[in-house]
């Protein structure tokens, strides 16, 4: 996926589209204007001397109209969570997508920890938002209007006392929300970037050991704590003050029409029935739709903090995709199942007028070229900062190349064939990531085409059979703890063997930080499983270099390879 593509992404937006459900949902509450006046008519019947068998069919159609809403309530509030989920479910997709199309050395990438805390916890913020809060603001547009209908007609006076309490309700909302918006996005931004902290510093835990660190550790930990504590509250008050806000207005308005309807009915206000005066069933009717028409409004008031916290998760999750460095992709072009293929030719890599730069940076390639032949083996070796990982990450595809060409077995890597072309490859990296899980995982690594047979093969090879963590059940803790520096290099290793449709082989200083015999065993399985396949390695180890068909020597800017030693002997 292109640089360009991710950031032409539209935002996601709130679906706020009016479908069956939310539509029933925020009618439902209306079923409560017949309910009053049944209530008002049951009233008039009692003291019309009707006795209890004349309100028995008032108290019919209450508890029929309570069972329906209640049934419309549940079933709407239902559907709406479930379409919800379903689409927080595809947004996290997205994120996590895009989080995969950007290139593993983009440093402008979101830290893990942040971006688990985005997907993962921020990201359900936007469920009660999408729900509650859609719903309640699909009752604020309809519910006031239709309940000022009936109050309207039987008195402009409390109508109007409705109408002007209405207004002020949003406007402290609105004036809170903005407020309630800025802390939510304080809340979680620091949320998130204690996680990241958090996570990075129990990775490296054992360095913070050594050499005495954890105390500062703990110190700025807890410094962190209290400002999440600090913006938490921050936020909590602003929820509290928007409800405080509402209910407020909420109680004087329902006070006011309750003032003027019992001051009407004992005749001290004759006005405001439209010259008329009102019967006790009436004025009753009216007083049980006042709280009704203020319900909506409230019930927006106690989830409008939902809808500060979830726009600032979809914000989050919406950072997710900012544009940096891409990886060379096109998921469209997913490869089948790689086959290892006995006539194929393993792939030369021929580099023409290379340029490269990461971001406003001074290049690391300028004009380079390179012409590795199919089956040969060759050495990058150079200073460190040379540029021996760009240049590998550029051959995979890892990385977009600013200028020029990279062509694997005569194909151009593009965006449309790296995927294809990277199921050629294998890759052994400096430090390879060791997960926490088994070692038979660690070598298969859920990878398409390797079989059971071939990762037992490679752990057999690897000699990690005689290793104690790779007995069954057995599992390597997160890192790779448990494993020592060879056997972490032996499990590498055994990622390229399980792998026998890849005839690109790229091993980027395999032998660095390994004790001399180590590193002889490790040269001499990498140069055994190389033949019959094309090897790049990057390193310092001239021993190891010294196994290579040629070496190619990088200089601080890389604009022209230099051969040091040998020549291209074939495969
Ligand atoms: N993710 C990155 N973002 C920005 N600059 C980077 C990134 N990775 C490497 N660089 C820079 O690119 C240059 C080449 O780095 P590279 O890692 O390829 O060097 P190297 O030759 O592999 O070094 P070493 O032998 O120490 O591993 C260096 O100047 C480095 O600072």
Excluded at 267 to 290: E, M, V
């Amino acid at each position: 996926m292109s640089g360009e593509l991710l950031s032409d992404r539209p935002r996601p937006m709130a679906d706020s589209r009016i479908d069956a459900a939310s539509l029933a949902h925020a009618i439902s509450p209306i079923l409560w204007v017949p309910q009053a006046g049944l209530i008002a008519f049951g009233v008039s019947r009692l003291q019309s001397s009707a006795g209890l068998a004349g309100v028995l069919w008032p108290a019919f159609g209450i508890v029929l109209a309570g069972t329906l809403r209640a049934w419309l309530e549940a079933w709407s509030a239902g559907r709406m969570f479930d379409a919800a989920r379903e689409r927080l479910g595809q947004w996290r997709v997205d994120a996590v997508a895009a989080l995969a199309a950007r290139s593993p050395l983009d440093r402008a990438r979101a830290h893990a920890g942040a971006a688990a805390s985005a997907l993962a916890e921020q990201a359900d913020a936007i469920l009660p938002w999408q729900t509650r809060y859609q719903g309640a603001m699909w009752r604020v547009r309809l519910m006031p209007l239709l309940i000022l209908l009936p109050v309207g007609w039987y008195s402009w006076a409390a109508a109007a006392v409705l109408v002007l309490a209405a207004p002020l309700i949003p406007l402290f909302m609105a004036i809170v929300g903005w407020r309630a918006r800025a802390a939510s996005q304080a809340q979680w931004l620091q949320m998130g970037n204690m996680n990241a902290f958090l996570l990075d510093r129990l990775r490296g835990l054992p360095t913070l050991r050594a050499l005495g660190s954890t105390e500062a550790t703990a110190r700025r930990l807890r410094a962190s704590t209290e400002d999440l504590r600090q913006r938490t509250m921050r936020v909590l008050r602003i929820a509290f003050l928007s409800s405080a806000v509402l209910e407020l207005f909420a109680a004087l308005g329902v006070a006011m029409v309750a003032v003027y309807v019992g001051f009407h009915l004992l005749g001290y206000l004759d006005f405001g029935a439209w010259g008329r005066r009102l019967s006790l069933a009436q004025g009753l009717f009216i007083l049980l739709l006042a709280p009704a028409f203020f319900e909506p409004l409230r019930e927006l008031a106690s989830v409008w903090h939902d809808r500060a916290a979830g726009i600032a998760a979809m914000d989050a999750l919406d950072r997710l995709h900012a544009g940096g460095l891409p990886l060379l992709d096109d998921e469209q072009n997913a490869p089948s199942t790689p086959h290892a293929s006995a006539a194929r030719l393993p792939p030369g890599v021929k580099i023409e007028n290379l340029t490269f730069a990461f971001s406003d940076e001074a290049p690391v390639f300028q004009n380079f070229a390179l012409d590795v032949k199919p089956g040969e083996h060759v050495a990058l070796m150079g200073g460190s900062g040379t540029g021996k990982t760009v240049l590998m990450s550029l051959i995979a595809g890892l990385l977009p190349v600013s200028q020029g060409s990279i062509e694997i077995g005569g194909a151009p890597l593009t965006a449309a064939s790296a995927r294809r072309l990277r199921g050629r490859m294998a890759w052994m990296a400096q430090r390879s990531h060791v997960f926490s899980g088994s070692v038979r995982h660690n070598v298969s690594l859920g990878r398409a085409g390797v079989e059971n047979a071939q990762v037992h093969q490679a752990i057999r090879w690897a000699r990690l059979d005689k290793v104690a963590q790779a007995h069954p059940g057995v599992s390597l803790g997160e890192g790779g703890t448990g494993l020592s520096g060879g056997e972490a290099a032996r499990l590498a290793l055994a990622r390229l063997m399980a792998a026998p449709h890849a005839d690109l082989l790229l091993a980027d200083e395999p032998t660095a930080h390994l004790d001399t015999e180590t590193a002889e065993q490790v040269t001499e399985s990498l140069v055994a499983l190389a033949q019959g396949r094309t090897l790049i390695v990057a390193t310092h180890d001239p021993e190891l270099a010294a196994r290579m068909d040629r070496v190619i020597e990088l200089s601080a800017t890389a604009d022209a390879p230099k051969p040091i030693q040998g020549g291209w002997h074939g495969a």
